[in-house]
Structure formats: structure tokens, C-alpha cells
């Protein structure tokens, strides 16, 4: 067995007590917090990250395909299926999904109320999947293979301004000369906490918008798109541009909600901030204890290098030592922040004010790559930094050593 390990073995604070004992299990702790606090702030800002942007993608796609134009900004200029980029989407194996919508505005009005509201026209080609999370009563629309359904979905913001439910009907006036109305059924609510949403948008059948419009049954507002990895939307920017329509253009959902991805963004500095100042506190705590654990062992430091032992061997000693600190540490640290994540994915016990986190509770992502990477990133410099106290080695002279009280 290597001298040195096996020296560091003897001297652990499972094999001494005191205060020895109690500078080990400081150590511990010091590196247990700070890891477990690391990882537990990567898993909420994944969860964050994740779930409000699964919020948006669901609602919106990654991207948008449009046909340029001017003037009302609530609706959309027609398009139609029969254009070049949705017959050549199909051979586009990054493309997961595209679904058509358009836009309409309109009032809504309740038995004593009347709500300003923008009416999203989805087909059955809408991924009701994917948005079956934000539905929070009823179902989603069925479609009719005859003529327009008039079944729509509320938020349930608009809902309660209004004081409606499930299974009541309304009746919404379009923005039009002449001006038209459609008497509507309510068969769900969603909620995504996102005001750009829930404020303003309904859902309903885009059938009926195509009746108000006068639009032929192949014309649409525009196109959502679903990429197959959300991950990096950049990438896949020039490749749909060059299977665009002169008159289409492309909108990154990233961009045109900007305000909420920027704040995404922005929740990334702090953790990093966090990061480097959990490293600087975990490498000062191991520097400072291995400096108390060297004085502490002076005598047995000279008592070493009177049998002949190296300042190398008596160094790797201490870095040993430290190194079984960093482990407990982290093994600890690791063990409290999984518990944590299980704990709140599976019982949601620390809830949040949805008005300003856009969300009810504290969600968890499971990054089990950022987790390797922040075990390793702490395990490499809190080792590294051992090196610098146990430099002092070296000026320990052994005659003073031994005689050191």
C-alpha cells in the first residue's frame, strides 16, 4: 500500500477524536453545503428554464412562418398550405412538427362583463399533446369535419374577469366592418401563468376565422414550427430560410418574446456568480483547515523526516487527507441535493406566487451532465489548492518539529 495513503488512512478523523475530530467533520460540511447548494440551484434553474419555456414552445412552436406585412399588427395577411415551404417541410428531417394558426381580434362578452380578447384559430393539426399541461379544467376543442366548431378554450384569468366557467356560453364580437359576432362554447380552461397568454388569447377553431376572413379552406395565418431540439434555435435559422417563400418571412419565438427569455438569460449570471463564490469559499475552508491540520501534526511532520521520509512523501500525506475530505464531502453534498430534488418533483412542497415566478410551485430538472461537471469542477480545484499549504512542509525543519509544543 502506498506509505503515504496509508498514513492519511490512520490519521482520518474516523481514527482520532478531539479537535482533530472536529475540524474533519467542519471540513465535511463545508463541502457537503456548498455542493449540495450548487446542485440544487443548477436543478431549480433547469426546472425554471424547462418549464417555462416548454410553456411557450407549446403554445407558440420554436418558430413562425409569416407572410410579410403592414398595418394591423393583431392579424395576420393569408398564406396559403399549397406554398412551396409547407409542401418541402416533409423532407426536412429537423422539422419534428408544423401546425397552422391565425389570429383575430374581438370582445368578449359575459352575462355583466366585456373583455378585449385576440381569438388563436388552431386545426387538428394543433399539438394538444404537448399543451395538455396547461389545461386546467375541461378538454381540449373537437374539431367538426363540417364546417367550423365553436368550441373554444379560456384562459383562467379571462374566465374569471368574466365570471365564466366550463360549459358556459359566450358570445364575441370580431373587429370588422361590417362588424360580426359568434356565439361560442366554453369546453376548457388553460393556465400558463404568462400574461403575453393568458391576458389577451383565447382558442378556438380556425375554421372560423377563415368564415370572418373569407379566406379559401387551404389559406391560413402563418405556420408554427417545432425543430427537434429547442436546445440551440440558432442552428436551425438558415437551413428554414432557404426552404422559405419569397414572400414569407421567419420569426424566432425566442425573439419575439424576448422579454421572457432575456430574464431566462439572465438567471444563468447568478448561478454562475453563486458557482464562483461557492468554489472560492470550499478552496479557503481547505486551504485554512489543512494549514490547522500541519500545525497540529508538527511533531509527527518531524518525527517523518527524522526516520528519512521526503517533503513529497509527507505533503502527499496531507493532500491524501484533504482529498478524503473533498470525497466525504461531496458524496454527502450529492446525497442532500438528490434528496431535495426527489422530494420537491414528487411532492411540490415549496410553492411559489404564480403572478411572479409564472409558476405554482419550485420546479426540478434533472441535468445529469451539469451534475458530473460541478462534482468534477469542485473535486479539481478544491485538490489543487491543497498543494499551497502543504507547500509549508518544506520549511519544517526537524529538530523544531519534535520538540514543537
Not at 33 to 52: D, H, K, R, Y
Not at 220 to 230: A, C, K, L, Q, T
Not at 301 to 330: E, M, P, T, Y
Not at 338 to 363: C, T
Request: proline share 3%.
Amino acid at each position: 500500500m502506498n506509505l503515504s495513503y496509508f498514513i492519511a488512512k490512520r490519521i482520518s478523523f474516523k481514527r482520532t477524536g478531539g479537535f482533530t475530530g472536529t475540524i474533519h467533520r467542519i471540513a465535511v460540511a463545508s463541502v457537503a453545503i456548498g455542493i449540495a447548494i450548487t446542485l440544487i440551484s443548477f436543478m431549480i434553474l433547469g426546472g425554471f428554464q424547462n418549464e417555462i419555456s416548454n410553456k411557450v414552445f407549446s403554445f407558440t412552436g420554436h418558430f413562425q412562418v409569416m407572410r410579410f406585412m403592414s398595418g394591423n399588427a393583431f392579424e395576420e395577411s393569408p398564406t396559403s398550405k399549397k406554398s412551396d415551404f409547407y409542401k418541402e417541410y416533409l423532407n426536412q428531417d429537423y422539422i419534428a412538427h408544423v401546425q397552422t394558426f391565425a389570429h383575430k381580434a374581438g370582445l368578449l362578452k359575459g352575462d355583466n362583463e366585456v373583455e378585449g380578447v385576440l381569438m388563436k384559430g388552431v386545426g387538428p393539426d394543433f399539438d394538444s399533446l404537448a399543451f395538455q399541461a396547461s389545461i386546467k379544467a375541461g378538454r381540449f376543442i373537437q374539431f367538426s369535419e363540417e364546417g367550423a366548431s365553436n368550441e373554444v378554450l379560456l384562459s383562467t384569468k379571462i374566465a374569471n374577469k368574466l365570471l365564466l366557467e366550463v360549459g358556459d356560453r359566450v358570445t364575441m364580437y370580431f373587429v370588422q366592418d361590417p362588424p360580426r359576432f359568434r356565439r361560442l362554447e366554453i369546453v376548457g380552461l388553460y393556465e400558463t401563468f404568462l400574461e403575453n397568454f393568458d391576458d389577451k388569447i383565447i382558442i378556438g377553431d380556425i375554421q372560423t376565422i377563415r368564415n370572418l376572413n373569407g379566406w379559401t379552406e387551404d389559406q391560413v395565418g402563418g405556420f408554427e414550427v417545432f425543430v427537434d431540439n429547442s436546445k440551440n434555435l440558432e442552428m436551425y435559422v438558415d437551413p428554414l430560410y432557404d426552404i422559405l417563400d419569397y414572400d414569407l418571412k421567419l420569426v424566432k419565438v425566442t425573439d419575439k418574446y424576448m422579454e421572457i427569455f432575456d430574464w431566462l438569460h439572465l438567471l444563468n449570471n447568478n448561478v454562475y456568480i453563486f458557482l464562483g463564490l461557492i468554489l472560492f469559499v470550499a478552496a479557503f475552508n481547505m486551504v485554512s483547515i489543512l494549514f490547522i491540520l500541519i500545525m497540529e501534526r508538527t511533531q509527527m511532520i518531524g518525527i517523518l523526516k527524522g526516520l528519512g521520509a521526503r517533503n513529497s512523501q509527507i505533503r502527499r500525506i496531507f493532500v491524501w487527507n484533504g482529498i478524503r475530505i473533498i470525497g466525504r464531502g461531496l458524496l454527502i453534498g450529492n446525497a442532500i441535493a438528490l434528496s431535495f430534488g426527489f422530494i420537491q418533483e414528487k411532492f411540490r412542497l415549496i410553492p411559489l406566487d404564480p403572478e411572479n415566478y409564472y409558476m405554482s410551485f419550485v420546479p426540478i430538472y434533472w441535468n445529469w451532465p451539469i451534475f458530473i461537471v460541478m462534482n468534477l469542477l469542485v473535486l479539481t480545484v478544491t485538490s489543487l489548492v491543497l498543494f499551497i499549504p502543504a507547500m509549508v512542509i518544506s520549511n519544517i525543519q526537524p529538530i523544531k518539529a519534535i520538540r514543537f509544543d
